[in-house]
């Protein structure tokens, strides 16, 4: 059966966007850095308190100067902690969960970017290279102090390296 010209041309158009799409897929995972999110554990939100590591949130130090952990709540509307230092050059996990309601987080400046769904724990690995300041903000509209919901991560400089 012959295939009419006009027929035939938007078949080839959509072939070819799915090879561009697929590209680009391939693109942003191996040179852009995604990162999908998955699954990294579930908590009973009634007792992040009682449930490590949420009992006692904050920043952990897993190779000094160059890893990190910072164990992170969400919640009605801060982030616990708000203010968080590492050192420039350092690799930081984030490990949060929600307290109550949906929130976000995103981190100003940086690849980093999901949604933290209570019950659910998300795992976020960020490299900070340069000494600066960037914000952790909530972008999932959380009632009606929504807009105050941040949190701070100050980049000090490196320490000199011993002699
Ligand atoms: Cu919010």
Redesign the pocket.
């Known amino acids: 059966m012959p295939i009419e010209r006009s027929e035939r041309l938007f078949i080839n158009l959509s072939i070819l966007m799915l090879v561009i799409f697929f590209i680009a897929v391939l693109v942003s995972a191996f040179i852009g850095g995604l990162q999908v999110p998955a699954p990294a554990g579930t908590i009973d939100p009634a007792a992040i308190n009682q449930t490590a590591p949420f009992d006692n949130p904050g920043v952990r130090e897993l190779v000094p100067g160059k890893r990190y952990e910072v164990v992170m709540i969400a919640q ?2 801060a982030f616990i902690p708000g203010e968080i230092r590492v050192p420039a050059g350092s690799e930081v996990t984030f490990r949060i969960t929600s307290r109550d309601v949906i ?2 987080f995103e981190i100003t400046g940086k690849n980093a970017n999901v949604m933290l769904i209570p019950g659910q724990i998300s795992l976020v690995k960020v490299k900070f290279d340069k000494p600066g300041e960037h914000y952790i903000i ?6 009606i102090g ?1 807009q105050t ?1 941040y949190a701070k991560i100050i980049v000090e400089p490196a320490p000199q390296a011993a002699k």
């Open positions: 009605t509307w929130h976000g909530c972008h999932e509209y959380c009632g929504h919901m």
